[in-house]
């Protein structure tokens, strides 16, 4: 029987073929970060070159299975004979199948074993491709591949496979007893524990007495076998990135077409030095908290310019109990990161100044729902500040007033254009949407707060695959960059944010909020202290942190400042001890003025400005006609948007008037575009349908307006109560 030389592969050939069963994930620059699993069906690791292999593992190989390996020319003539005349007399013998016969029988699925054993035909094919073998390739080689292919214990494959998982080492590590366990496995792979352990004893004492020393105990090498077969040492995913690289292959899947297998190496945006130096900082944080009950965190650096994730820390690894949860993409109550989002857009829309006067102070605020009562974090109250103060020291109370004036649904749509995945409407949140009554997760939340790195200019994070070798290239944003936040309003933020004056009042002046480069940071606790964060930005860099515990369960005494921040400032000092963060240069068209305060409600400042919002000085008895404390329009205080009305049938009309209430008395009102009175309060007497009530100046300019819908008796499903 003859086989065809063009059918017989090359050892080069067999070697490039060999895919291991693991992908292996690389930072940006080449450098491994995580060890993957990902074909299932077999485990099979990397292909081990021979001086790999330990020497007393070839040599009990070659003992075992193949003595005179290294002087037949593929068939064992003398095996052969011996192997028929034991079947004449029905002796048993080692059998004539040798290593490279083996080989062949591997290298070819037509000589793959059948249930019953390789036919005569099969193992006359297996003598052929032998010496054909020996003629084209070297020993050595023969040997290697043989390791590299050959099957053992369930799904094991190869040595690499074999040494990982029954041992927890490279092949070079394999001892004299680890080796005759090994060769023991090539003959009965899948044999008892006892019958191994048999094997291997017999080896070893075979090949002690062939050198000439006495035959030893085999206590160790039964003891080492039960203890080897029973364990799955080799993990399916080992590294520093576990949930990056989830992510980054099932972006990779999605990229492909279905059912093909991933590459065996994945380059991904990460940066190793990075990734480690977050795991090993949140993990520090975290042993710290372990009396405050907070087990979970999670790291998102990403490249301000690029939108590219250069750390992704999903967990806190074996401090967790749910480590496999991804905290970077779990959905959880922001807190107060909200809020530099939602100044950004007052300040937009020209409702208030980095300047203007807000009051800190006990409020009961009516809603649709009934009425609110926000309180602060320390429970007091500082008065009359002005935005810098209430943004920067993060105070609730004047971020509610904030929200009543830009309206819970039209701050939602902010949010939803800033890649914020929220599930309801802003009216489902209502005011509490200011101190974060939604859920957001970590990445989504980094990345608005790269546009307000980027003045306003939201992208989608970038793709985690990069340039990946035998993989696909990186993947672009999923979409266009588009203006989201006013480039003006965007930089003031970040200027407040950056201010270690105006964040004094809550954090003091020596917080570890203050970096010696410039930097604008928020942190936010969620309530019960279920969840605190840290994000913020420098130059290049925007880096979140969250710490909670993935059940969801409260933490002690914990707060953004306790337990994201240290972490957050850890990352910021390493990505900048070599580089600099400079302030951002202001937009070309916004005000720079020198302010006063009336009162001496703040020190006078420099300030910044959109056009059109500038004033020297900000007091609590503003002139008549003008803005008041706020330095912005005066708003409508009842109703809020969103309200509802049912009229009653048994209640006389003139008793369900409505009382529509402005801040200032110099306003007019129009109801649907027509004049409706002027002053501070008036009364309306509603009529089913749906209204836009408005304030003006006295030349029509709309100043503030809110929608609200009036139900007529008998309405199915609306209770006749009046407002609700």
Same mark, same amino acid.
């Given at each position: 029987?003859?086989?065809?030389?063009?059918?017989?592969?090359?050892?080069?050939?067999?070697?490039?073929?060999?895919?291991?069963?693991?992908?292996?994930?690389?930072?940006?620059?080449?450098?491994?970060?995580?060890?993957?699993?990902?074909?299932?069906?077999?485990?099979?690791?990397?292909?081990?070159?021979?001086?790999?292999?330990?020497?007393?593992?070839?040599?009990?190989?070659?003992?075992?299975?193949?003595?005179?390996?290294?002087?037949?020319?593929?068939?064992?003539?003398?095996?052969?004979?011996?192997?028929?005349?034991?079947?004449?007399?029905?002796?048993?013998?080692?059998?004539?199948?040798?290593?490279?016969?083996?080989?062949?029988?591997?290298?070819?699925?037509?000589?793959?074993?059948?249930?019953?054993?390789?036919?005569?035909?099969?193992?006359?094919?297996?003598?052929?491709?032998?010496?054909?073998?020996?003629?084209?390739?070297?020993?050595?080689?023969?040997?290697?591949?043989?390791?590299?292919?050959?099957?053992?214990?369930?799904?094991?494959?190869?040595i690499a496979a074999l040494s990982r998982s029954l041992f927890n080492k490279a092949p070079?590590?394999?001892?004299?007893?680890?080796?005759?366990?090994?060769?023991?496995?090539?003959?009965?792979?899948?044999?008892?524990?006892?019958?191994?352990?048999?094997?291997?004893?017999?080896?070893?004492?075979?090949?002690?007495?062939?050198?000439?020393?006495?035959?030893?105990?085999?206590?160790?090498?039964?003891?080492?076998?039960?203890?080897?077969?029973?364990?799955?040492?080799?993990?399916?995913?080992?590294?520093?990135?576990?949930?990056?690289?989830?992510?980054?292959?099932?972006?990779?899947?999605?990229?492909?077409?279905?059912?093909?297998?991933?590459?065996?190496?994945?380059?991904?945006?990460?940066?190793?030095?990075?990734?480690?130096?977050?795991?090993?900082?949140?993990? #520090? &944080? @975290?042993?710290? +908290?372990?009396?405050?009950?907070? =087990?979970? $965190?999670?790291?998102?650096? !990403?490249?301000? *310019?690029? /939108?590219?994730?250069?750390?992704?820390?999903?967990?806190?690894?074996?401090?967790?109990?749910?480590?496999?949860?991804?905290?970077?993409?779990?959905?959880?109550?922001?807190?107060?990161?909200?809020?530099?989002?939602?100044?950004?857009?007052?300040?937009?829309?020209?409702?208030?100044?980095?300047?203007?006067?807000?009051?800190?102070?006990?409020?009961?605020?009516?809603?649709?729902?009934?009425?609110?009562?926000?309180?602060?974090?320390?429970?007091?109250?500082?008065?009359?500040?002005?935005?810098?103060?209430?943004?920067?020291?993060?105070?609730?109370?004047?971020?509610?007033?904030?929200?009543?004036?830009?309206?819970?649904?039209?701050?939602? #749509? &902010? @949010?939803?254009? +800033?890649?914020?995945?929220?599930? =309801?409407? $802003?009216?489902?949140?209502? !005011?509490?949407? *200011?101190? /974060?009554?939604?859920?957001?997760?970590?990445?989504t939340l980094s990345n608005a707060y790269r546009a307000l790195a980027n003045q306003g200019?939201?992208?989608?994070?970038?793709?985690?695959?990069?340039?990946?070798?035998?993989?696909?290239?990186?993947?672009?944003?999923?979409?266009?960059?588009?203006?989201?936040?006013?480039?003006?309003?965007?930089?003031?933020?970040?200027?407040?944010?950056?201010?270690?004056?105006?964040?004094?009042?809550?954090?003091?002046?020596?917080?570890?909020?203050?970096?010696?480069?410039?930097?604008?940071?928020?942190?936010?606790?969620?309530?019960?202290?279920?969840?605190?964060?840290?994000?913020?930005?420098?130059?290049?860099?925007?880096?979140?942190?969250?710490?909670?515990?993935?059940?969801?369960?409260?933490?002690?005494?914990?707060?953004?400042?306790?337990?994201?921040?240290?972490?957050?400032?850890?990352?910021?000092?390493?990505?900048?001890?070599?580089?600099?963060?400079?302030?951002?240069?202001?937009?070309?068209?916004?005000?720079?003025?020198?302010?006063?305060?009336?009162?001496?409600?703040?020190?006078?400042?420099?300030e910044w400005f959109i056009p059109g919002t500038e004033q020297a000085l900000f007091a609590?008895?503003?002139?008549?006609?003008?803005?008041?404390?706020?330095?912005?329009?005066?708003?409508?205080?009842?109703?809020?948007?969103?309200?509802?009305?049912?009229?009653?049938?048994?209640?006389?009309?003139?008793?369900?008037?409505?009382?529509?209430?402005?801040?200032?008395?110099?306003?007019?009102?129009?109801?649907?575009?027509?004049?409706?009175?002027?002053?501070?309060?008036?009364?309306?007497?509603?009529?089913?349908?749906?209204?836009?009530?408005?304030?003006?100046?006295?030349?029509?300019?709309?100043?503030?307006?809110?929608?609200?819908?009036?139900?007529?008796?008998?309405?199915?499903?609306?209770?006749?109560?009046?407002?609700?």
């Amino acid at each position: 029987m003859a086989l065809p030389a063009h059918a017989l592969p090359s050892f080069a050939e067999v070697k490039a073929a060999h895919l291991s069963s693991e992908t292996q994930v690389l930072d940006r620059h080449g450098e491994l970060l995580q060890r993957q699993r990902t074909d299932l069906r077999v485990r099979q690791g990397e292909w081990v070159g021979l001086p790999e292999v330990s020497g007393a593992l070839r040599q009990a190989l070659v003992y075992s299975e193949d003595r005179r390996f290294y002087e037949h020319a593929g068939v064992d003539w003398q095996a052969v004979a011996a192997a028929a005349w034991g079947n004449v007399w029905n002796t048993r013998t080692r059998g004539a199948s040798t290593l490279t016969m083996q080989l062949a029988g591997l290298l070819d699925a037509d000589l793959k074993a059948g249930a019953g054993g390789r036919s005569w035909t099969q193992k006359a094919g297996q003598a052929v491709w032998a010496q054909w073998l020996e003629r084209s390739w070297r020993k050595d080689q023969i040997l290697e591949a043989y390791l590299n292919r050959v099957p053992f214990r369930g799904e094991i494959v190869g040595i690499a496979a074999l040494s990982r998982s029954l041992f927890n080492k490279a092949p070079h590590g394999l001892n004299a007893d680890e080796a005759a366990i090994t060769a023991a496995l090539v003959r009965a792979p899948n044999a008892p524990r006892e019958q191994v352990a048999q094997r291997a004893c017999g080896v070893q004492q075979a090949m002690q007495r062939a050198s000439g020393a006495a035959a030893q105990d085999c206590l160790s090498v039964r003891l080492l076998t039960d203890a080897a077969l029973r364990q799955r040492a080799w993990a399916p995913s080992e590294g520093d990135a576990p949930h990056a690289t989830r992510r980054a292959l099932a972006e990779w899947r999605s990229a492909h077409p279905s059912g093909a297998a991933p590459p065996p190496v994945l380059r991904t945006t990460l940066w190793a030095p990075l990734q480690r130096h977050a795991q090993t900082l949140l993990q #520090r &944080q @975290l042993r710290e +908290l372990q009396a405050q009950r907070a =087990e979970d $965190g999670a790291v998102i650096v !990403l490249d301000n *310019a690029s /939108g590219e994730v250069l750390a992704w820390v999903g967990s806190s690894g074996a401090l967790s109990q749910a480590s496999e949860v991804d905290g970077a993409l779990a959905m959880r109550q922001p807190g107060s990161t909200l809020k530099p989002l939602l100044y950004a857009q007052a300040i937009a829309q020209k409702r208030l100044s980095a300047a203007s006067l807000i009051e800190d102070a006990p409020t009961h605020i009516p809603t649709a729902a009934g009425l609110y009562i926000p309180q602060n974090y320390d429970r007091g109250f500082r008065g009359w500040v002005s935005v810098r103060t209430a943004l920067a020291s993060s105070l609730n109370i004047p971020a509610v007033r904030t929200l009543a004036m830009v309206s819970p649904d039209a701050f939602a #749509r &902010q @949010l939803v254009a +800033l890649g914020l995945p929220l599930r =309801e409407t $802003g009216d489902y949140y209502g !005011l509490g949407l *200011a101190l /974060g009554s939604a859920e957001v997760n970590l990445l989504t939340l980094s990345n608005a707060y790269r546009a307000l790195a980027n003045q306003g200019r939201y992208g989608p994070v970038a793709g985690l695959v990069g340039g990946a070798a035998g993989g696909s290239a990186g993947r672009a944003p999923n979409g266009p960059v588009v203006q989201a936040i006013d480039a003006g309003a965007a930089f003031i933020v970040g200027d407040i944010l950056s201010d270690p004056n105006a964040r004094a009042t809550t954090f003091g002046t020596d917080s570890l909020l203050a970096t010696r480069f410039w930097s604008a940071v928020k942190t936010g606790t969620s309530k019960d202290m279920r969840d605190n964060w840290a994000l913020g930005w420098s130059q290049r860099y925007t880096v979140g942190v969250w710490v909670g515990n993935a059940s969801g369960a409260p933490m002690g005494d914990v707060s953004g400042t306790s337990g994201a921040a240290p972490v957050w400032a850890g990352v910021m000092q390493w990505l900048h001890e070599q580089n600099r963060s400079r302030a951002p240069a202001p937009p070309a068209r916004l005000v720079a003025q020198q302010v006063r305060f009336g009162e001496r409600i703040e020190p006078a400042r420099r300030e910044w400005f959109i056009p059109g919002t500038e004033q020297a000085l900000f007091a609590l008895n503003a002139p008549a006609g003008g803005p008041g404390a706020s330095g912005s329009p005066p708003r409508i205080l009842s109703p809020t948007s969103g309200t509802i009305l049912a009229l009653d049938p048994d209640i006389p009309p003139r008793n369900q008037r409505l009382t529509l209430k402005a801040e200032s008395p110099h306003v007019r009102w129009r109801l649907d575009g027509k004049p409706l009175g002027r002053g501070q309060q008036i009364q309306w007497m509603p009529w089913p349908g749906r209204h836009v009530i408005e304030i003006t100046d006295t030349r029509g300019g709309v100043l503030d307006s809110v929608r609200v819908e009036v139900r007529g008796a008998g309405v199915k499903g609306v209770k006749t109560t009046g407002v609700r």
